[in-house]
């Protein structure tokens, strides 16, 4: 089983800055097999990027992803007020099990 | 449109079984490449996989549950239904049905998530 390990735990900034996310697998994800879902208070996670850095339908292009076997990261440019929110990463494919990590907090500095 | 609906008690008694249901609307079970997936999220916790239903009926688990832990399709009710059973304290969580689809099997479409529960 694949172990996702998320930096920083919290991470406090501004609107208009740049929040850099970042998620650590214990083995190579193959097919850059890493999705990014954020989630807000009360609410079901969302889906925000796949294959590491494919964003899904209607997710603005502020949000971007990059990284590959075991290092990936998740950017979004100039933080909107909408963006505060908790941000995961999880490994999927066609062979479960499947994980995710531990997840970052973006909160208004 | 795609919809998944969770429901099942609120509240179980500590070593019962929890049974939950997610209802899917917009997509049949039986089409192939489509699945339907389980995860929990204790309060203000992490979210934690748990099981995974392909449309050709394979299924798969997480390791540290799979002792605890059935999923079953009713494709006549297009229903996902996820057993629990010998429940703790500790399995009180929000849990979420999510729907995945071939070739990249990751969670695009969430239900709202139902908070169960479980205490004496």
């Known amino acids: 089983e694949i172990v996702l390990t998320q930096s920083p735990g919290t991470l406090s900034l501004s609107p208009g800055e740049r929040a850099t996310l970042s998620c650590g697998a214990s083995q190579d994800i193959s097919s850059n097999y890493l999705a990014w879902f954020q989630q807000k208070p009360g609410q079901a996670p969302r889906l925000l990027l796949y294959?590491?850095?494919i964003r899904a339908t209607g997710i603005p292009d502020r949000f971007s992803g990059s990284g590959s076997g075991t290092d990936f990261t998740l950017t979004i440019a100039r933080l909107e007020p909408e963006d505060f929110a908790v941000y995961y990463c999880q490994h999927y494919g066609p062979s479960p099990p499947w994980t995710f990590g531990q997840g970052t907090k973006v909160e208004i500095k | 449109q795609i919809t998944l609906k969770e429901s099942g008690p609120t509240l179980v008694k500590p070593t019962q079984t929890l049974t939950l249901t997610c209802t899917v609307s917009g997509v049949s079970l039986n089409k192939i490449g489509v699945g339907v997936g389980w995860i929990r999220q204790p309060p203000g916790k992490a979210l934690e996989w748990l099981a995974f239903i392909f449309w050709d009926d394979a299924r798969r688990y997480s390791p540290s549950l799979e002792n605890r832990l059935t999923i079953t399709k009713d494709t006549s009710e297009n229903q996902v239904v996820l057993t629990m059973t010998k429940v703790d304290p500790m399995d009180t969580a929000t849990y979420y049905c999510a729907h995945a689809t071939s070739p990249y099997w990751c969670f695009d479409l969430w239900g709202r998530g139902t908070l169960i529960t479980v205490s004496s």
């Open positions: 294959g590491a850095y």
